[in-house]
Nanobody, 127 residues
Framework: QVQLVESGGGSVQAGGSLRLSCAASGYLLKNNRMGWFRQAPGKAREGVACIYGATGGTYYVDSVKGRFTISRDNDKNAIYLQMDSMKPEDTAVYYC????????????????????WGQGTQVTVSS
């Protein structure tokens, strides 16, 4: 059974930073990829960032490029999302996710295939 557990959400002022963590069990990151999604109030869930476990290659949605950094620790079977220069529009529930099938980051973030999901963690950025 796959379990994804996020931690690290909270509140921050605009321009500040937060770091999210996601620990996976029942899913081997080094052979796959994982990533982060977010859902703001009244909006659809969107893919944010993805990382390939084997290579560390990354993929970001345009709105977070240069501000967010996804990383991984294969030994801990975990991924992280460092969020810097945060904006009020980054306010959302952030979800850790892993694809159930072998799809690339682009399709994964487009939610083109089924995913495993964490429970979500709230991130609030005040102006």
């Amino acid at each position: 059974q796959v379990q994804l557990v996020e931690s690290g959400g909270g509140s921050v002022q605009a321009g500040g930073s937060l770091r999210l963590s996601c620990a996976a069990s029942g899913y081997l990151l080094k052979n796959n990829r994982m990533g982060w999604f977010r859902q703001a109030p009244g909006k659809a869930r969107e893919g944010v960032a993805c990382i390939y476990g084997a290579t560390g290659g990354t993929y970001y949605v345009d709105s977070v490029k240069g501000r967010f950094t996804i990383s991984r620790d294969n030994d801990k079977n975990a991924i992280y999302l460092q969020m810097d220069s945060m904006k009020p529009e980054d306010t959302a529930v952030y979800y850790c996710a892993a694809p159930q099938y072998d799809v690339g980051c682009s399709r994964f973030l487009a939610q083109a295939a089924p995913n495993y999901w964490g429970q979500g963690t709230q991130v609030t950025v005040s102006s």
